[in-house]
């Protein structure tokens, strides 16, 4: 079974969130084995330069990725799919490997040499806020396995 882990930074603090969370990781359940890894916030976040905060952010992410995993990093300038196309993307992807792991990185984006050891995709052209990704991403998770499975969630 296919393994997906989705890494962010901050943990997630809105009830809405958690409660969209628990949805769509109970509906992923289904079709891989799915974990949503939450990193604590760098400390003193707030008095190191973006940088520093950048490279410290990426260090905590790859000492939690998986060996022999694909990262994909959630970025601005990633490449865009539709809904279809990422299925097709996930798909594709699930075939290379058996361990994908998703990264969203914190407030301000991710370290330029940490995105170099995996690919940048962009879930639209608009900003969203971290902790919302996680169940965007995780719904579009669900959408392209019910795309791939043809089972009618999507249209």
């Known amino acids: 079974m296919l393994n997906i882990s ?22 992923l359940s289904k079709h891989c084995k799915f974990e949503l890894i939450e990193l604590a916030d760098v ?4 008095k190191l ?16 990725t ?7 990093f959630l970025d601005e300038i ?3 799919f539709n809904s279809e196309n990422f299925a097709e993307y996930l798909d594709k992807k699930s075939n290379e490997s058996s361990k994908l792991t998703f990264v969203i990185g914190g407030s301000y984006g991710l370290q330029k040499k940490l995105k170099l050891k995996g690919e940048s995709i962009a879930l639209s052209a608009l900003t969203f806020n971290h902790q919302m ?14 795309i791939i499975k043809n089972t009618g969630y999507h249209h």
Request: with cysteine; hydrophobic share 40%; glycine share 4%.
């Open 66 to 72: 998986q060996t022999k995993s694909a990262l994909i």
């Open 133 to 146: 990704v996680r169940v965007i991403l995780a719904e579009q998770l669900f959408r392209a396995f019910t």
């Open 43 to 46: 400390k003193n976040s707030n």
């Open 49 to 64: 330069p973006r940088d520093k905060l950048k490279d410290a952010e990426a260090e905590l992410i790859l000492n939690n």
């Open 6 to 27: 989705i890494i962010c930074i901050g943990k997630t603090n809105e009830q809405y969130v958690k409660i969209g969370l628990e949805k769509y990781t109970t509906l």
């Open 78 to 80: 990633g490449k865009t």
